[in-house]
């Protein structure tokens, strides 16, 4: 069955950093050939929108509002493929439920920022506080 667990949420002061963790594990993520891993985020009242994303090809996008403060990298254990989202410099306007977002796509990172359909595994959820 999916298993897509994501951690690291907390409470934080500004300037401080965080470092959130996205594990997909097993079927079907692990025959995946074009795995595509994504971040985004939703604030109350807001529209969820993309934080970064990794593509098939290794090639990386980020939302400019993140731009210089956060990196996205990505390493594979056995059957267990993780996407780390560092963040440094976080800002309250960071503050939201963070998501994992997982599939396998052929598209470029630039495509798939604008595209909240195209990755079809979502994680729970993790929430940043930034005060």
């Known amino acids: 069955h999916v298993q897509l667990v994501e951690s690291g949420g907390a409470s934080v002061q500004a300037g401080g950093s965080l470092r959130l963790s996205c594990a997909a594990s097993?079927?079907?993520?692990?025959?995946?050939?074009?795995?595509?891993m994504a971040w985004w985020r939703q604030a109350p009242g807001q529209k969820r929108e993309a934080v970064a994303i990794?593509?098939?090809?290794?090639?990386?996008?980020?939302a400019d509002s993140v731009k210089g403060r956060f990196t996205l990298s990505k390493e594979r254990a056995g059957e267990t493929i993780t996407a780390y989202l560092q963040m440094h410099s976080l800002k309250p306007e960071d503050t939201a439920m963070y998501y994992c977002?997982?599939?396998?796509?052929?598209?470029?990172?630039?495509?798939?920022?604008?595209?909240?359909?195209?990755?079809?595994?979502w994680g729970q959820g993790t929430q940043v506080t930034v005060s």
């Open positions: 990794i593509d098939g090809k290794g090639a990386i996008t980020y």
């Open positions: 097993g079927h079907p993520f692990d025959r995946m050939t074009s795995l595509c």
């Open positions: 977002n997982v599939d396998q796509s052929w598209h470029d990172s630039w495509y798939l920022m604008g595209s909240i359909d195209a990755l079809a595994y």
